[in-house]
């Protein structure tokens, strides 16, 4: 596609309900991220996919958190049992495979556990 | 490891005059530089990047940044500043020699008063 792609673009949530996000990247792109923003915060590193490489998971905050990127293409972000703390706008990003080249951010999920 | 700072959680300016938001980074090689905006409600949008070559690197909507080896920072300036500069700034920096990551600063928020 033209850009990347995130789906839903919000979702609300009760609390300790599981959730999955979802990210379709740039065609050709080899390498996709995954980025947390918490209201007016910086972004936090979640998860990166590179190629076939093992993905980088250092900044999954706990083991509630895990991601899987399938064929190469897109990605799905799932929290499990979902806690107040995890609301925030999630941010999936991609690039092409050369290291010069910045992110293309997707809109982002928003997600609300009430 | 790699880092970045901004030093300035917010940095205010009148309209017409120059602005700087200020950006140090450390990486344990060569450094390709970024800077992002993000506009309120809206994604994070690419505004320029230091790759190699001149140190001065011009980007989207006027703005420019110089990289300066000797102090480890892209600091983001531009001449005349517009009420509609108005948002949220994030520098980022990603090592050259390795396939890894982005990583970005907590952000500047820059109010341009009219």
């Known amino acids: 596609g033209a850009g990347v792609s995130q789906s839903p673009s919000n979702k609300v949530t009760e609390k300790g309900k599981d959730v999955e996000l979802r990210c379709d990247p740039i065609?050709?792109?080899?390498?996709l991220y995954w980025y947390r923003q918490s209201l007016g915060q910086g972004l936090e590193f979640l998860i990166y996919?590179?190629?076939?490489?093992?993905?980088?998971k250092s900044g999954l905050p706990s083991d509630r958190f895990s991601a899987e990127r399938t064929g190469g293409s897109v990605s799905t972000l799932t929290i499990q049992r979902t806690q107040q703390e995890d609301s925030a706008v999630y941010l999936c990003?991609?690039?092409?495979?050369?290291?010069?080249?910045?992110?293309?951010f997707g809109s982002g999920t928003r997600l609300t556990v009430v | 490891a790699q880092s970045v700072a901004q030093p300035e959680d917010q940095v205010n300016v009148a309209e017409g005059n120059p602005l700087t938001v200020k950006c140090t980074y450390s990486v344990s090689g060569n450094p390709y530089l970024f800077w992002y905006v993000q506009y309120p409600n809206r994604g994070l949008q690419f505004l320029l990047k230091y790759i190699t070559g001149d140190n001065l690197v011009k980007g989207s909507y006027g703005f420019e940044a110089e990289f300066n080896k000797s102090q480890t920072s892209f600091h983001l300036k531009k001449p005349s500043a517009l009420v509609s500069d108005s948002a949220l700034y994030f520098c980022?920096?990603?090592?050259?020699?390795?396939?890894?990551?982005?990583?970005f600063g907590k952000g500047t928020r820059l109010h341009i008063l009219p």
């Open positions: 065609s050709g792109h080899t390498a």
């Open positions: 990003a991609s690039t092409p495979p050369e290291g010069a080249s910045g992110y293309t």
């Open positions: 980022a920096v990603r090592d050259r020699g390795r396939d890894d990551k982005i990583i």
């Open positions: 996919f590179q190629g076939n490489s093992a993905p980088d």
